[in-house]
């Protein structure tokens, strides 16, 4: 499997971002570009796309960042910034937009946008284990 297949795989095994609509729209070592839609059913008692949304997206496009690199790479502190109110419909697109690995622990920061308007800055910190991603 070559490194920039193993988001493609772990997507196809993770139930909870399929349910939210996640599309990998481009992938390379070191870099995912993700896109979604705001539904109905991810609004909060405010009519607003709940932070878990933009939280779980940009988590998600780390995670997929941090493996390309080929081993099992654990998320092991993250955060985020939410800067804007997104609402039903909006389409946000995460990328990784820095990616910087050292032996064991690798950095990310995530961009979500919609469109050229940033809504949310992530931070997260991996371990990267010695476990290799299998051809499968």
């Not at 870099?31 to 949304?53: Q, Y």
């Not at 080929?70 to 039903?88: D, F, Q, R, W």
């Amino acid at each position: 499997m070559e490194s920039k297949d193993i988001p493609h795989k772990m997507l196809s095994l993770d139930a909870y971002s399929k349910w939210l609509g996640i599309k990998i729209l481009s992938c390379e070592i070191g870099k995912c570009k993700l896109g979604m839609t705001v539904r109905k059913e991810m609004l909060n008692s405010m009519n607003k796309a709940h932070g878990a949304i933009t939280y779980a997206l940009a988590d998600t496009a780390f995670g997929f960042t941090a493996n390309t690199h080929g081993k099992y790479a654990v998320s092991i502190e993250t955060s985020i910034n939410h800067i804007e109110a997104l609402e039903e419909g909006d389409y946000l697109i995460a990328e990784a937009t820095l990616n910087l690995q050292k032996t064991k622990v690798g950095f990310n920061i995530v961009e979500v946008k919609r469109e050229n308007e940033l809504v949310a800055l992530f931070k997260g910190v991996v371990y990267r284990t010695s476990k290799d991603w299998e051809v499968s």
